[in-house]
């Protein structure tokens, strides 16, 4: 069973500051890997989706990669912004078309 | 484009109830999900359909039941009610697989 850990659980940060997030899996056949984001009472809002063929995928200042052979992907944020304070949850889909989410990691980013 | 819909925002059941938690798309998706969140827990997959007319348990679908019968819609049914069910429920959908998963704004739901 694909079990996914995402580290650290909470991070706080100053504002304009470039800091990772880290997303494991243990199953490396997977179709791909998405990031999103979740503010507090509310769905979940996509962010990035790497196909498991690639390698990294950018939307301005979100940066992910995926390393699939070793199980790990980061999510990279450049200049962090108030803005930007969420829980970050990461996502593989299985060959079997289910999804494996992490607990997430939550983050304050401190004006 | 509303894109997923979920119905109700929030619901308070008595044990022993049952309630149909709705949910319907706009974007012609094929796979629909059905997630619930609990506090400090990833989400858990309950249901999915790849199609109308098919349906699948994922990890935690016990005490739910599901229908397909349209491309749009997929409701999840909860018979007697237990506070184990205390939960967020979120839908999902994607056109296909290994493409973006699209979610609703969530169901809160208590059983007391």
């Known amino acids: 069973k694909q079990e996914v850990t995402q580290i650290p659980a909470a991070l706080s940060v100053p504002e304009g500051e470039n800091l990772v997030l880290n997303c494991s899996f243990t199953?490396?056949?997977?179709?791909?890997l998405q990031w999103f984001r979740q503010d507090p009472g509310k769905g979940l809002t996509s962010l990035l989706l790497i196909q498991s063929s690639q390698r990294e995928q950018t939307s301005g200042r979100l940066n992910a990669s995926l390393d699939k052979s070793s199980g790990r992907s980061t999510l990279y944020i450049a200049a962090s912004q108030p803005g930007d304070s969420a829980t970050y949850l990461c996502?593989?889909?299985?060959?079997?078309?289910?999804?494996?989410f992490g607990t997430g990691t939550s983050l304050t980013v401190i004006p | 484009n509303a894109g997923v819909t979920q119905t109700p925002k929030f619901r308070i059941l008595k044990i022993g109830q049952s309630m149909t938690l709705q949910c319907t798309q706009d974007m012609n998706h094929n796979y629909m999900y059905w997630y619930r969140q609990d506090p400090g827990m990833g989400l858990k997959l309950i249901y999915y359909s790849v199609g109308a007319g098919i349906t699948d348990k994922g990890e935690v679908p016990n005490g739910y039941n599901v229908s397909r019968s349209t491309t749009e819609d997929f409701p999840l049914r909860l018979e007697l009610a237990a506070p184990s069910q205390t939960s967020v429920y979120f839908c999902?959908?994607?056109?296909?697989?290994?493409?973006?998963?699209?979610f609703g704004s969530g169901t809160q739901l208590s059983v007391l």
């Open positions: 199953d490396s056949a997977i179709y791909n």
């Open positions: 996502a593989v889909e299985n060959t079997g078309n289910q999804f494996y």
């Open positions: 999902a959908s994607s056109y296909h697989g290994g493409s973006e998963l699209f």
